[in-house]
């Protein structure tokens, strides 16, 4: 049995909920990432995304030098245990259609990412392509 905290990422930048949107967005440039997570206290609060900034600030026509992580964020995040087996990562993954997947240890305290690439070259027990098929459905647009 392979546990998530065997194949997470570990060193993950994070930013605050009073981080402003140009600054998240800088951040996650030089990161080459599209995704940081939004931390209180170390606890996990939300995840701010490219996507959150195309449609929340962009698309709103808000100023991104004036408006706050916490106010774009998406809040109804998924998490999983550092302790929980591979296995069970997998089925979040492809129930809910995420990525990433913020991993929290037994005082809920933010330690880590496991994305699909953890997946892809730290797991034995990774399914092949089957998790990112069911990650990658397509949604139908809103019309």
Do not use: W
Not at 61 to 70: E, F, Q, S, V, Y
Not at 95 to 113: A, E, K, T
Request: net charge negative; aromatic share 2%.
């Amino acid at each position: 049995m392979t546990m998530i905290k065997d194949i997470m990422t570990v060193e993950v930048d994070i930013i605050g909920p009073e981080t402003n949107v140009q600054e998240a967005a800088g951040k996650m440039k030089q990161l080459n990432v599209g995704i940081m997570p939004i931390c209180e206290n170390h606890k996990i609060i939300g995840l701010l995304t490219d996507r959150d900034i195309i449609l929340r600030v962009i698309a709103e026509k808000k100023d991104p030098a004036h408006t706050l992580a916490r106010d774009v964020m998406t809040q109804d995040i998924i998490v999983a245990g550092e302790e929980q087996d591979v296995t069970e990562a997998q089925q979040l993954m492809s129930h809910h259609q995420i990525r990433r997947l913020p991993i929290v240890n037994r005082n809920n305290l933010f330690i880590g990412m496991l994305s699909l690439g953890d997946l892809t070259a730290r797991s034995s027990a990774y399914r092949g392509g089957e998790v990112f098929e069911e990650v990658s459905q397509p949604s139908k647009p809103n019309r």
